[in-house]
């Protein structure tokens, strides 16, 4: 007798050892992503919350650092950050909420994929659910600050606030996953969340800030990218690392 599989009326079988192997995981984490992403794409509660407090920090901003007959771009930024990482708060306060109620999330650890596969997924899903609110505050940044942006300087923002944005993703969701029996989830989560993203955020302000200088210093600019690289890389490995622990206490 085997643990790996367990019998049915009809004589049918059903393999519950999870699957491990780079290519299953991956398919599994794709998974589990389309299917928060499905859920949220008929209840669009958390994209339209993310999105609107987004575009009202923005909105905000813009006028509290309006200086004569136009806004400060200096400050565009540090507005865009701050914009996404409270926007995207929201949403990680969330990604595991439909798993807590009736205790699903036992459900989802007992299913036969590997855990590093639910915490990609997950992560997936709220990495999905950022490029949404983004796609709504930056241009709402570059129209309420006036920033004049060329193709290419605006193609370079947007590949540093998506390096932001899976150094962001990644960290939030396993805090979301330690957090998901905590009765003040979402205050903890705040609490925790921010200290810990503040280089990703600190070095995205930088890399951001440089783009929109009048003359890009690209020496300066690789050496923040880099180190955007290199944070996603340690967060992503330590959190595959301790998601298991994390959730089966």
């Given at each position: 007798m085997t643990d790996s599989a367990s019998p049915y009326s009809d004589g049918a079988t059903v393999d519950r050892k999870p699957?491990?192997?780079?290519?299953?995981?991956?398919?599994?984490?794709?998974?589990?992503?389309?299917?928060?992403?499905?859920?949220?794409?008929?209840?669009?509660?958390i994209l339209l919350t993310m999105g609107y407090f987004g575009f009202l920090?923005?909105?905000?901003?813009?006028?509290?650092?309006?200086?004569?007959?136009?806004?400060?771009?200096?400050?565009?930024?540090?507005?865009?950050?701050?914009?996404?990482?409270?926007a995207g708060t929201l949403g990680l306060g969330r990604i595991f909420e439909r798993e807590r109620e009736g205790d699903c999330i036992r459900a989802l650890l007992l299913a036969p994929v590997a855990r590093p596969a639910i915490y990609l997924g997950k992560a997936l899903g709220v990495f999905a659910f950022m490029l949404g609110i983004e796609a709504i505050?930056?241009?709402?940044?570059?129209?309420?600050?006036?920033?004049?942006?060329?193709?290419?300087?605006?193609?370079?923002?947007?590949?540093?606030?998506?390096?932001?944005?899976?150094?962001?993703?990644?960290?939030?969701?396993?805090?979301?996953?330690?957090?998901l029996r905590a009765r003040a989830q979402d205050v903890l989560l705040a609490v925790v969340f921010y200290p810990l993203i503040l280089p990703v955020l600190i070095v995205g302000v930088k890399a951001t800030g440089a783009l929109?200088?009048?003359?890009?210093?690209?020496?300066?600019?690789?050496?923040?990218?880099?180190?955007?690289?290199?944070?996603?890389?340690?967060?992503?490995?330590?959190?595959?690392?301790?998601?298991?622990?994390?959730?089966?206490?």
């Open positions: 699957r491990h192997g780079p290519g299953t995981v991956l398919a599994d984490a794709w998974t589990i992503a389309m299917k928060d992403v499905r859920v949220e794409l008929r209840s669009k509660e920090v923005v909105f905000v901003f813009a006028f509290a650092f309006y200086r004569g007959d136009a806004p400060i771009s200096a400050v565009s930024a540090g507005i865009l950050w701050v914009a996404i990482a409270f505050v930056l241009p709402s940044v570059v129209f309420f600050f006036n920033l004049p942006l060329d193709p290419t300087r605006l193609a370079w923002i947007g590949a540093t606030v998506l390096l932001g944005t899976i150094g962001y993703t990644v960290v939030g969701t396993l805090l979301a996953a330690m957090l929109l200088e009048p003359e890009v210093v690209w020496a300066e600019l690789g050496v923040w990218l880099r180190l955007l690289v290199l944070f996603d890389i340690v967060f992503l490995v330590a959190g595959l690392w301790i998601f298991e622990p994390l959730v089966m206490d």
